[in-house]
């Protein structure tokens, strides 16, 4: 009796494989060549009938849809129809991150993976070596426009490299331009009420944060005041909030990345000397109360920020846009301001620069039209923001704030200096040498709220600040401020990364957060290197050496 | 009224009432907090100034949350998912804790069925396995997919049978006496003595359903098809970095404090309605049906 169940349940798996092993090869028949027609080998050809593709769609956290509109029927999805003729059916729909990730195993897992989807570098990495997507090459040669391979060529090639393996193009990165440097953002009022100066070096600053820890300018009472907020994880995410990276980088320091040394030794960057020097003065600074003392259990720094507990933070350009704009909305006379602080006081800084490509759009291997990836990101990337800027429906999107992750295609490409250029943009229409209405939609707005701000700028709304602080204050530092790069030299992931990282990582987080809060001294750090070392990553260093070599 | 308390007696009397009162501060506070942040201004939200007073107090969360369709379309989704899940729950527990009941000479089978139950409820397939067998029955975005495979919570099942083993088998034999069926045995006799046990049961479905959000992540495709508890936790977005300038009108929006709270308070509504009604059975049930004669 149980030996025939299991017969019949081993019949039942032989012939569910079977099964599945013949629809795999009936699909891989399918794709005949034939003839390419305009649309096929062009950016923007229109297809003649209507072709349809899956998608695997990253969701954004609240997509505020208008009655009736949802991610398979939008202005995005209508303005796609109407220019190439194309429409997204979703295979699934989970929000970015953890939910998403999960989909996209199961969908590989499963072996009916969508169309068009957003994957990260390990999964493009088996997507590949499992030979389950395809060859871009030929298609982004023909179906990208002019501008897109100008955006992807302004990384110096950088972008495209990570997609491409043995000389094929796998998958169209999205791009993160420059968004370094990062500034010290700082209570000018409370600088004022003090009565010091400015800060531009490290001394500079630890002075006015003691002044800030002793005369309490925010009058939040006796030791209520944080005078530097610094995320729990200290360092290391490019372009961030509440980073340490600016102050470490004066000590040398990059911790989490990969660098390599004068002699051309591979080596991750929390693990050097220089990362042991700069958590040592980090965890000075929190002896002496500079730093927030809940810094290991904090959560919500944005808080302290907008209440008024808190005088400064490390944060990117658009700090004002966020989180400063509630801070604004709470106190008018938070005069939050952007600093450069260096080494010797003379603005010249050095910092890491980053991945530019930040996720990667693949495309089935058995899918008629590899070449609509192309074609979508020209669409979605030059057309629509260079071209079609006044297109009515997705301009009414704009104003009514949906979310711009809708699009069924989430691809960004832009410049390297993106960030730059706008700035350059919006000055020159400020200053009469650009006719304010052949800026870019988000451009525009940004121009409306600077150019209202000018008109009165003892008195802004917390929202002309804001845009007038993020894009003609900040932006304009960026812009002005002389960086030299350190270029990371490996962004991927190794083979024993996948199972040891996890863990490695916990390890680095711990050590520094325990080091800088003086849980542990600073010597500590030569024990957290050697069991770094011993617990993988010597062999981690070894294979990333290992993969830079192969490139 | 009794006077004559003595110090000790009136000490401990007090002692216990702050404990108490204290356990119930801290149960209710947060609720009251959440209930404060959606009346408050944004921006006083986000800056974590909000207690239990609604801070320039204005219904412009709740304003836009009933702009907010797919909020209420999750919203429909989830009570029709408690009613059908609840429902099957319920008509299956019976059905299969009733003749689990009887001991092995009267239902043969009985051991085997017990024993599958029991290895069942130690080891699961996993996730990716009830994914592929749920994807491969179609069941994908649809509500039976959040109702089926939990269609038999086998731990509901042992608590039933548990109480139906403690009904005197006296009474069972005078309904087969006076000439009842075996089913009208089970309908007649059993379910209504059994009533403390079946409310318990399904306030256990009706809070399980309610809150999960963990199956609606895994088997929906279509975020139009959420049930609330989904739709709430995908609103937890991090937001530390932005890549593109055009990434920035949406980070305001996400970190809105006081219509994530909005919802977060509706969508509790409906347990604490439902709650009153079971929790007078909630105890006894609780303690009824596992305690064996």
């Given at each position: 009796m149980r030996k025939s169940v299991a017969y019949v349940l081993v019949g039942i798996m032989g012939m569910s494989m079977l099964l599945t092993g013949c629809s795999g090869q009936k699909e891989a028949e399918k794709s005949v060549e034939h003839e390419k027609t305009e649309a096929e080998t062009t950016p923007y050809g229109k297809y003649e009938e209507t072709v349809v593709y899956t998608v695997g769609k990253n969701t954004?956290?609240?997509?505020?849809?208008?009655?009736?509109?949802?991610y398979e029927n939008n202005a995005y999805t209508r303005y796609m129809l109407e220019e190439l003729n194309i429409q997204n059916k979703n295979e699934f729909e989970a929000a970015t991150g953890d939910a998403y990730n999960q989909k996209v195993s199961m969908a590989i897992a499963t072996g009916k993976i969508p169309d068009v989807m957003m994957v990260d570098r390990t999964t493009l990495k088996q997507l590949v070596d499992n030979d389950?997507?395809?060859?871009l090459t030929e298609s982004y040669e023909q179906c990208a426009s002019d501008r897109i391979k100008e955006m992807y060529d302004s990384y110096g090639g950088r972008a495209l490299d990570m997609a491409t393996f043995d000389g094929k193009l796998m998958a169209l990165p999205s791009t993160a331009c420059d968004n370094v440097p990062t500034f010290l953002w700082i209570r000018q009022d409370w600088i004022d009420e003090v009565g010091m100066d400015a800060p531009a070096t490290l001394d500079d600053l630890e002075k006015i944060l003691t002044a800030f820890r002793d005369k309490d300018p925010g009058n939040?009472?006796?030791?209520?005041?944080?005078p530097l907020a610094i995320s729990r994880s200290i360092g290391g995410s490019?372009?961030?909030?509440?980073?340490a990276d600016n102050i470490m980088a004066i000590f040398g320091s990059y911790p989490r990345q990969w660098l390599k040394d004068e002699s051309g030794n591979v080596f991750y960057g929390s693990t050097s000397d220089e990362t042991k020097e700069a958590l040592g003065f980090l965890a000075d600074w929190y002896k002496k109360k500079l730093?927030?003392?809940q810094i290991a259990v904090r959560d919500d720094i944005e808080s302290t920020i907008v209440n008024g507990q808190c005088g400064a933070f490390f944060g990117p350009w658009w700090a004002p846009d966020y989180p400063l704009n509630d801070a604004r909305k709470v106190d008018?006379?938070?005069?939050w301001r952007p600093y450069i602080i260096s080494g010797k006081g003379d603005g010249a800084i050095t910092a890491y620069t980053q991945n530019p490509a930040s996720e990667y759009y693949v495309v089935r291997k058995?899918?008629?039209?590899?070449?609509i990836l192309p074609k979508i990101a020209s669409l979605l990337c030059d057309k629509l923001v260079y071209?079609?800027?006044?297109?009515e429906p997705i301009v009414a999107y704009n104003k009514a704030n949906?979310?711009?992750?809708?699009?069924?295609v989430g691809i960004l490409v832009n410049y390297s200096t993106a960030t730059s250029d706008m700035y350059e943009r919006i000055q020159k229409a400020i200053d009469g040498?650009?006719?304010?209405?052949?800026?870019n939609i988000d451009d525009y707005s940004q121009y409306l709220k600077c150019s209202d701000y000018l008109k009165h700028p003892d008195e802004p709304s917390p929202d002309e600040w804001s845009g007038y602080m993020s894009r003609m204050v900040g932006a304009k530092l960026m812009y002005e401020t002389e960086v030299t790069g350190v270029d990371p030299v490996y962004f991927g992931q190794t083979r024993s990364m996948k199972l040891k990282w996890a863990n490695l990582n916990k390890l680095e987080d711990e050590a520094f957060i325990k080091i800088v809060t003086g849980?542990?001294?600073?010597?500590?750090f030569d024990t957290f290197v050697s069991t770094w070392k011993s617990t993988g990553g010597d062999s981690i260093v070894a294979e990333v050496e290992e993969e830079i070599a192969q490139q | 009224m009794i006077r004559s308390k003595s110090f000790q007696s009136r000490l401990a009397d007090g002692i216990i009432w702050a404990v108490v009162l204290l356990m119930t501060a801290a149960c209710l506070f947060p609720m009251l907090n959440m209930i404060a942040i959606s009346f408050s201004d944004k921006s006083a939200a986000a800056g974590n100034m909000v207690g239990l007073i609604p801070v320039q107090f204005n219904l412009d969360s709740y304003r836009m949350l009933i702009e907010d369709h797919q909020f209420w379309r999750s919203f429909l989704i989830s009570v029709l998912r408690v009613v059908l899940g609840t429902a099957l729950n319920l008509i299956l527990v019976v059905l299969m804790a009733y003749p689990l009941s009887k001991s092995s000479r009267e239902f043969r089978g009985r051991n085997f069925y017990m024993n599958f139950l029991i290895f069942m409820m130690l080891f699961s397939g996993g996730m990716v396995p009830l994914f592929m067998v749920v994807n491969k029955l179609h069941?994908?975005?649809?509500?039976w997919s959040l109702v089926l495979p939990g269609a038999v919570p086998v731990f509901n099942v042992i608590l039933l049978m548990n109480f139906f083993k403690s009904v005197p088998a006296s009474l069972e034999e005078a309904a087969r006496i006076d000439g009842c069926s075996k089913l009208g045995i089970l309908f007649r006799i059993f379910l209504p003595i059994s009533l403390p046990s079946l409310a318990t049961i399904a306030l256990f479905s009706i809070v399980g359903h309610w809150n999960d959000y963990f199956s609606g992540l895994i088997y929906?495709?279509?975020?139009?098809?959420?049930?609330l508890q989904t739709y709430i936790q995908q609103l937890n977005v991090d937001i530390?970095?932005?890549?593109?300038?055009?990434?920035l009108q949406n980070l305001a929006a996400v970190s809105n404090k006081t219509l994530n709270a909005a919802k977060i308070v509706v969508s509790t509504i409906p347990l604490l309605v439902i709650y009153p009604f079971l929790q007078k059975y909630f105890v006894t049930g609780m303690v009824i049906g596992s305690v064996k004669e």
């Open positions: 954004p956290g609240s997509p505020r849809f208008p009655e009736g509109d949802d389950m997507i395809a060859d939040n009472g006796a030791g209520k005041t944080i490019y372009g961030a909030l509440f980073q730093i927030d003392p008018e006379k938070a005069d058995e899918f008629e039209h590899p070449e071209e079609d800027y006044n297109y949906v979310d711009s992750g809708v699009k069924p040498k650009l006719d304010p209405e052949e800026l849980e542990e001294p600073v010597d500590y | 069941l994908i975005d649809t509500i929906m495709n279509k975020a139009a098809n959420y049930p530390t970095k932005v890549t593109d300038a055009s990434q």
